[in-house]
């Protein structure tokens, strides 16, 4: 059942590259959970936001930006049209049934998917991403300097995150008025703009994984649809409410599959989709909550 | 004397269901009131319609201005409401908990994080610790020392003696009287324990059906025969 001959140097190329779509996985997981912890629905919008986004970033280096002026702005431009998309579109269903909120993501898709076909037009085209596309000698095994870019811009971005959560005033009322919204507004949390400012970190979190994956995907439209599908498992795979378990299931993935693809003949390219599909599930029959899903301990 | 929180004619309703039909009272500079009433008397909701937790109608007038009904307003006011089931974060860190009390002010949290711990030492000993796995006092105190963060001019405490050992109940209630003498802090407190309340009251309002019945200093209360009867029981 294996595919030709097996070495130790493929092999660790191999868990680079798994690694590098993981991050990617990893990243786009984390927008969704941010958006699931705060509104309990999941943005079917979130692969559509990036692509446009990752858009207006070729755009900007069409019109002589380079690559890390432009990251910045194009952050800038994803928070603002991630807050404002909560503002506008999200806020007059947000105490609606979760359903609704998920019908008017799916239309959100659809929408940006067509403005991207309108300003842009379809078919796809190379996008110069930031890193060298040669290799580097890791330990006497050739690695990819655009693999090893595309991880550590992605643990950076989370690392960031993570103490941002943690030791900010503004993450910890981010993450009280996802808890708990009345007693967060009790303490003087203004809970609609933490709502708001969740879906602008989770359209940032996007833009760079658009950022990082369209060199390697090419840009069209359709870009992040399957990154999309592959990032909702990861985020079911780690639970649902936790933002490491989304990084760390993005990373568990984003590996398996690629070594699956490699060296387990039937799976190849084609059954990628479904065997990762297959492994959540199993994952879930014996951990229902994902492997890092919170089981709330509370003492009455 | 001013009063520092008045309601006048307070109306709230939960969706059909009127709850207050039009209650008036008032919190002094440094006073506990207490309000006593039935189980459904509307002593709960009187706390929600100052925090603008419930639908409301009627003047409230808080230092001096109106409030709005905006509970992130309220709170930036001066105004900590402790409410029924503590609205504790229990999947956060007692710690953190205390962290979100402050989050209206700015600047240091060391001063105001001492002296919640003057007042109780256990929670610094479990300010690693998760909130849901605090005991029901622990929680408790919690709540208080939250509130306490935000250094408030009136803290809103609704139940505080709920499914508490009476010792807690007691240490509870001593550091309420500490607070109000050394921070000059303002308490309106509702209780189902009503020789408790009158106990550290100075004043009292009696609710029956979203209606101020009886009102007054609580020596008065404590020796009128409908309050003796149908709250003190003897």
Known sequence: ?300 | MSALLKLEGVEASYGPVKALHGVSLEVGNGELVAVLGANGAGKTTTLRAVSGTVRRSGDITFNGSKLRRRPDTVARAGIAHVPEGRGTFSELSVWENLRLGAYTRRGNLTEGAQRVFKYFPRLEERKGQQAGTLSGGEQQMLALGRAMMARPKLVLLDEPSLGLAPMLVQEIFDALDKMRGEDGMSVLVVEQNASLALAHAARAYVLEVGRVVLSGPSDELRADESVRRSYLGY
């Open chain 1, 1 to 300: 059942m294996l595919l030709g001959a097996f070495t130790w140097t493929e092999f660790a190329q191999q868990i680079v590259s798994g690694l590098r779509d993981g991050a990617i996985y990893g990243g786009l997981a984390l927008a969704l959970v941010i958006i699931y912890r705060s509104t309990r629905a999941i943005n079917f919008a979130q692969g559509e936001m990036a692509t446009f986004t990752t858009f207006i970033a070729w755009s900007l280096m069409n019109h002589g930006f380079s690559f890390w002026t432009a990251f910045p702005l194009v952050l800038a431009i994803a928070f603002s049209g991630g807050v404002a998309i909560e503002r506008l579109i999200i806020r007059p269903v947000e105490n609606g049934p979760v359903i609704t909120i998920v019908i008017v993501t799916l239309g959100l898709a659809v929408l940006l998917n067509g403005l991207m076909s309108l300003i842009w037009g379809g078919g796809n085209r190379p996008f110069n991403g930031p890193f060298s596309t040669r290799t580097i000698d890791v330990g006497g095994v050739p690695i990819s300097v655009q693999d090893i870019g595309i991880v550590a811009v992605s643990f950076a971005l989370v690392a960031l995150l993570a103490l941002f959560f943690r030791f900010t005033k503004l993450g910890l009322g981010l993450r009280a008025a996802a808890l708990n919204r009345q007693s967060s507004e009790l303490v003087g949390v203004r809970v609609g703009w933490m709502l708001a400012f969740g879906w602008g970190l989770a359209a940032v979190l996007g833009a760079v994984a658009g950022m990082m994956v369209a060199p390697v995907l090419f840009l069209d439209p359709n870009m992040m649809q399957t990154v999309l599908l592959y990032a909702f498992a990861a985020a079911v795979l780690g639970g649902l409410d936790s933002p490491l378990g989304a990084v760390i299931g993005g990373l568990l993935l984003g590996v398996t599959i690629t070594l699956l693809g490699r060296y387990v003949g039937f799976v190849g390219q084609a059954l990628k989709l479904p065997t990762a599909l297959l492994l959540i599930l199993l994952v879930l029959l014996v951990k229902p909550n994902g492997l890092f899903g919170r089981v709330a301990v509370r003492r009455v």
